[in-house]
Nanobody, 111 residues
Framework: QVHVVESGGGLVQPGGSLRLSCAAS????????MGWYRQAPGKQRELVAV???????NYADSVKGRFTISRDNAKNTVYLQMNSLKPEDTAVYYC?????WGQGTQVTVSS
């Protein structure tokens, strides 16, 4: 059975950091690029960052220099390190692996 499971969301103050994790089934992790998306209330889901199976990365302009996506192939896990968080980063963050999506994890940036 294929699974994509996110973890690591929470409440953080502006300027703080969080690290999100996404564990995927081995059968799909080694094939597909992995992406992080987010959706804020009343807004469309948007791409945050993506990493290919070969390790190439791409970021939304709004998070460049603050967020870092990485993958651990031994653990079938991708990470999103988020630094210098802003209130506008508040959203539900989703992990995508090919055709598969996780359930989402809430990130709230507020004082």
């Amino acid at each position: 059975q294929v699974h994509v499971v996110e973890s690591g969301g929470g409440l953080v103050q502006p300027g703080g950091s969080l690290r999100l994790s996404c564990a995927a089934s081995k059968s799909i992790f080694s094939i597909y690029a992995m992406g992080w998306y987010r959706q804020a209330p009343g807004k469309q889901r948007e791409l945050v960052a993506v990493i290919t199976s070969g390790g190439n990365t791409n970021y939304a302009d709004s998070v460049k220099g603050r967020f870092t996506i990485s993958r651990d192939n031994a653990k079938n896990t991708v990470y999103l390190q988020m630094n210098s968080l802003k209130p506008e980063d508040t959203a539900v963050y989703y992990c995508q692996c090919g055709y598969y999506w996780g359930q989402g994890t809430q990130v709230t940036v507020s004082s």
